[in-house]
């Protein structure tokens, strides 16, 4: 199994900055690709951004340009938010995809965001 913990978040003013870790352990030469998702209130579950193991990224349009997803050697990732705004808030995920020969997903405890206009 993969275990992701993950820290960051918080309360910003719009226009701010902040910047959310996910540590992950365990079964981590198995991942594929880790991401970052939120939800919002009343909102379903989106995919914000995602970095596969070979560094590709993928980012919601609703964020590029603003929001940039990294990976380092040891198993973090990170993503920086810079100009946040009001619809950013919400409950951030991190998810790791991973598996050999079969596919498996793990999830974070998630974070909150809270952009004040």
């Known amino acids: 199994q993969v275990q992701l913990v993950e820290s960051g978040g918080g309360l910003v003013q719009a226009g701010g900055s902040l910047r959310l870790s996910c540590a992950a352990s365990g079964r981590v030469f198995a991942i594929n690709k880790m991401g970052w998702y939120r939800q919002g209130p009343g909102k379903q579950r989106e995919s914000v951004a995602t970095?596969?193991?070979?560094?590709?990224t993928n980012y919601a349009d609703s964020v590029k340009g603003r929001f940039t997803i990294s990976r380092d050697n040891t198993n973090t990732v990170s993503l920086q938010m810079n100009s946040l705004k009001a619809e950013d808030t919400a409950v951030y995920y991190c998810?790791?995809?991973?598996?050999?020969?079969?596919?498996?997903?793990?999830w974070g405890q998630g974070t909150q965001v809270t952009v004040s206009s």
């Open positions: 970095i596969t193991s070979g560094g590709r």
């Open positions: 998810n790791a995809d991973y598996g050999l020969v079969s596919r498996y997903t793990s």
